[in-house]
Nanobody
């Protein structure tokens, strides 16, 4: 059974920091690309940051470059999103996504349940 469990969200003041974690089980984690997405009411989920499988090359949305860092610990089956210099516009539900390689199917996406991040004074 595949599980992606996010944690670390909460309420933070502008300029503050949060660290999100995504603990994965039931998937070949090292072989899976991971991503963090943000969704606000009325909008589609948008990619915030992604990291490739194994060694993990990161990529970022322009709006978070220089402030957010995505990383992965393959020994712990966990992906992270370090968020610094947070702004009110970073507010939203953050979802973890795994793109899992499946023989004969290509890549299959799995999502976590989401964690709320609110940036407000």
């Amino acid at each position: 059974q595949v599980q992606l469990v996010e944690s670390g969200g909460g309420l933070v003041q502008p300029g503050g920091s949060l660290r999100l974690s995504c603990a994965a089980s039931g998937i070949p984690f090292s072989e899976s690309a991971m991503g963090w997405y943000r969704q606000v009411p009325g909008n589609q989920r948008e990619l915030v940051a992604g990291i490739t499988s194994y060694a993990g090359n990161p990529n970022y949305a322009d709006s978070v470059k220089g402030r957010f860092t995505i990383s992965r610990d393959n020994a712990k089956n966990t992906a992270y999103l370090e968020m610094n210099s947070l702004k009110p516009e970073d507010t939203g539900v953050y979802y973890c996504k795994a793109n899992v390689p499946v023989p004969l199917q290509g890549f299959v996406p799995y999502w976590g349940q989401g964690t709320q991040v609110t940036v407000s004074a």
